[in-house]
């Protein structure tokens, strides 16, 4: 692991709220020359800390039948290998949007896209559930997002639900 300079940490933090945030913008708000600031973002990328960048995108103001999933994920750990190996697996799975480990009653929260309730729910017993590892699943589906990434959603008093055909 890298350890970073403050101005890096600075630098992430104004990605983070703004990727399209230009590197003479960021020079300004850093208080450095822009060719700094462009070295700097530069080396965030090639080691990779920066990844992608990407757009926070409110769905639900688009027509789609796409549903998501929150799937909680009991594994069984292997010596050694601990977690990793069935996270890999998991995680390599096209559907698969994000693997987290996480603590608690479960292992894993994985979140799922599938273009239907049917379509997500054949993924988990047909894909997920078999892999070696893996001793209980739990699907919820994702009903509505209020927020994401920090990013508030506009909240309306009319639900929006999806019709619940498998």
């Known amino acids: 692991m890298k350890v970073l300079s403050e101005k890096e940490i600075?630098?992430?933090e104004l990605f983070q709220e703004d990727g399209r945030m230009s590197d003479e913008k960021v020079a300004l708000m850093l208080g450095i020359p822009e060719k700094e600031a462009k070295d700097l973002r530069e080396g965030l990328e090639e080691a990779?800390?920066?990844l992608k960048y990407r757009a926070v995108i409110n769905?639900?103001?688009i027509e789609t039948t796409e549903?998501?999933?929150?799937i909680q994920v009991s594994v069984t750990p292997r010596k050694g290998l601990g977690y990793d190996?069935?996270?890999?697996?998991?995680?390599a799975l096209p559907e698969v949007q994000s693997c987290l480990l996480v603590s608690g009653s479960f292992d894993l929260l994985v979140e799922v896209t599938g273009p239907s309730l049917k379509d997500v729910a054949f993924f988990v017993a047909d894909k997920l559930a078999v892999i070696e590892g893996v001793e209980h699943t739990r699907t919820n589906f994702l009903l509505k997002r209020y927020k994401q990434s920090g990013d508030m959603f506009s909240v309306s008093r009319k639900t929006h639900r999806l019709p619940m055909v498998i």
């Open 48 to 50: 990779g800390i920066i």
């Open 67 to 70: 549903v998501i999933a929150l």
């Open 85 to 91: 190996e069935v996270a890999a697996k998991i995680s």
């Open 59 to 61: 769905w639900e103001k």
């Open 10 to 12: 600075k630098l992430l």
